[in-house]
């Protein structure tokens, strides 16, 4: 099972990133290259504990639905959430920050089992693992860019 551990250090209050890290506005534009839009659950503003969300969007070609609920939050410090439908076999990504002498290290840990058993695997080693890590790590530097800019009040007013 990959597990994908991003850090991400942000000049910014830990509310503000937490928040945008949430934020559902947010998640949309830093995924633009995927089409992916929230089509059911939350679809606007900040999701919140037991709340879930269903994500449209395609990846290598194909149209697909995601559907994650928050299942842990603790504002703002850490937020967990997971799969509850969609075409990985599972998984939970853990949301961390931490205030370190006057900024933010905002961690990811990503872990998920790909479907498919053994091709799933492979798919894995070949191109999935990493694109999995590149995804992330856009959206972990757009909301630094949005952090550390005026831009938040647009997703957080």
């Given at each position: 099972?990959?597990?994908?551990?991003?850090?991400?250090?942000?000049?910014?209050?830990?509310?503000?990133?937490?928040?945008?890290?949430?934020?559902?506005d947010l998640h949309e534009d830093s995924m633009a290259q995927t089409n992916e839009k929230a089509v059911d659950g939350v679809t606007k503003g900040l999701i919140n504990l037991n709340e879930s969300v269903t994500?449209?969007?395609?990846?290598?070609?194909?149209?697909?639905?995601?559907?994650?609920?928050?299942?842990?939050?603790?504002?703002?410090?850490?937020?967990?959430?997971?799969?509850?439908?969609?075409?990985?076999?599972?998984?939970?990504?853990?949301?961390?920050?931490?205030?370190?002498?006057?900024?933010?290290?905002?961690?990811?840990?990503?872990?998920?089992?790909?479907?498919?058993?053994?091709?799933?695997?492979?798919?894995?080693?070949?191109?999935?693992?990493?694109?999995?890590?590149?995804?992330?790590?856009?959206?972990?530097?757009?909301?630094?860019?949005?952090?550390?800019?005026?831009?938040?009040?647009?997703?957080?007013?």
């Open positions: 099972m990959p597990k994908i551990e991003l850090e991400t250090e942000i000049n910014a209050p830990i509310e503000i990133i937490f928040d945008l890290a949430r934020c559902i994500w449209e969007a395609t990846h290598f070609g194909i149209r697909q639905r995601l559907t994650s609920q928050i299942t842990a939050l603790d504002r703002p410090h850490y937020f967990r959430d997971i799969m509850l439908k969609g075409a990985f076999k599972s998984f939970t990504h853990d949301h961390f920050f931490e205030e370190k002498g006057g900024t933010v290290l905002m961690k990811d840990v990503f872990d998920y089992r790909s479907p498919l058993g053994f091709l799933g695997n492979i798919a894995d080693f070949l191109f999935l693992e990493r694109y999995m890590r590149e995804l992330l790590t856009s959206r972990n530097l757009l909301i630094k860019r949005i952090a550390e800019s005026g831009e938040w009040r647009k997703f957080l007013v």
